[in-house]
Nanobody, 125 residues
Framework: QLQASGGGLVQAGGSLRLSCAAS????????MGWFRQAPGKEREFVAA????????YYADSVKGRFTVSRDNAKNTVYLQMNSLKPEDTAVYYC????????????????????WGQGTLVTVSS
């Protein structure tokens, strides 16, 4: 089970940290993903990482601004979002799949088995 939280309203240039709390299984062999869906648009890939953090991959649109991290003791993965832009406005979802991070799989919605409920991020200009 995944529980996403941390969304809210922020001004352009600001920061937010999203959390994805995982429970019900051992995630050490899982790939974790972050996606977002803006109104009227398809859900798009944001970032993916191995649970250990040894490998991370970001969409070009967020590279250098967003960072994935984790707290193993809390079984939680974070998405730190800096220098936010109005175009970052979306519902953000975390997801996971068992297995190694394979880039061609990790960037697709179908590559994940479990999804959190989403948290809304609104960036005002």
């Amino acid at each position: 089970q995944l529980q996403a939280s941390g969304g809210g309203l922020v001004q352009a240039g600001g920061s937010l940290r999203l959390s994805c709390a995982a429970s019900g299984r051992t995630f050490s062999t899982y790939t974790m993903g972050w996606f977002r869906q803006a109104p009227g648009k398809e859900r798009e890939f944001v970032a993916a990482s191995t649970w250990s953090g040894g490998m991370t991959y970001y969409a070009d649109s967020v590279k250098g601004r967003f960072t994935v991290s984790r707290d193993n003791a809390k079984n939680t993965v974070y998405l730190q979002m800096n220098s936010l832009k109005p175009e970052d406005t979306a519902v953000y979802y975390c997801a996971c799949r068992e297995g190694p991070l394979i880039r061609t799989v990790a960037v697709t919605k179908g590559g994940y088995d479990y999804w959190g409920q989403g948290t809304l991020v609104t960036v005002s200009s």
